[in-house]
């Protein structure tokens, strides 16, 4: 089983940046592949991006495409969600997962989640 904790959220103007993080906690955490979504009012919940268990592949939304970037570091348990050039449309309580799929971009695939950090981009 893994625990996931998210953190960094905030308010940010648009054009600025933030950076979440998500820790995890359990031995296994490096036999998930890990993936971040987002859920604004009102909205479902959609994915961003996905990072393999060996950091070798990331495959993104393309709502995020060239201004996100997922990382993850293993030996530590985390993962990481650079967000760049931050848009209103990007406000949203964003979501760390893990799932045992190899690669997935569905919300049913993933096990488990985190509490979620309120983003919210200021125009």
């Known amino acids: 089983q893994v625990q996931l904790v998210e953190s960094g959220g905030g308010l940010v103007q648009a054009g600025g940046s933030l950076r979440l993080s998500c820790a995890a906690s359990?031995?296994?955490?490096?036999?998930?592949?890990m993936g971040w979504f987002r859920q604004a009012p009102g909205k479902e919940r959609e994915f961003v991006g996905v990072?393999?268990?060996?950091?070798?592949?990331?495959r993104y939304a393309d709502s995020v495409k060239g201004r996100f970037t997922i990382s993850r570091d293993n030996a530590k348990n985390t993962i990481d969600l650079q967000m760049n050039h931050l848009k209103p449309e990007d406000t949203a309580v964003y979501y760390c997962?893990?799932?045992?799929?190899?690669?997935?971009?569905?919300?049913?695939?993933?096990?488990?989640w985190g509490q979620g950090t309120q983003v919210t981009v200021s125009s």
């Open positions: 990072i393999t268990r060996s950091t070798s592949s990331t």
């Open positions: 997962a893990a799932s045992t799929a190899v690669f997935t971009t569905s919300v049913k695939q993933y096990d488990y």
């Open positions: 359990g031995r296994t955490f490096s036999t998930y592949a």
